[in-house]
Nanobody
């Protein structure tokens, strides 16, 4: 079975940093496009960052210059380094895995990890 397990969330002060991890199993991780999304209460889920199997990356404007997505294929893990965190970054962060050959598939999702940025 496919599992995506996020970790690394927590409470951090504005200006602080967090590193999120997503460990994947049950997929051919190396060929999958991996992404991070977030959802705040009352809001829709939004893209944060995505990284392809070729390690091309894309970021939402909200995280550009502050967030970095990376992957370690040997560990079947994708990371999101978040620096200079703002209260507006508070959300549940979800890991996504999508086979790029399946254009109409939304892929798989993790359970989410809470990030709270507050004084």
């Amino acid at each position: 079975q496919v599992q995506l397990v996020e970790s690394g969330g927590g409470l951090v002060q504005p200006g602080g940093s967090l590193r999120l991890s997503c460990a994947a199993s049950g997929i051919n991780f190396r060929i999958y496009t991996m992404g991070w999304y977030r959802q705040a209460p009352g809001n829709q889920r939004e893209l944060v960052a995505v990284i392809t199997s070729g390690e091309n990356t894309n970021y939402a404007d909200s995280g550009k210059g502050r967030f970095t997505i990376s992957r370690d294929n040997a560990k079947n893990t994708v990371y999101l380094q978040m620096n200079s965190l703002k209260p507006e970054d508070t959300a549940v962060y979800y890991c996504n895995a999508r086979n790029p050959a399946a254009n109409y598939s939304s892929g798989y999702w993790g359970q989410g990890t809470q990030v709270t940025v507050s004084s």
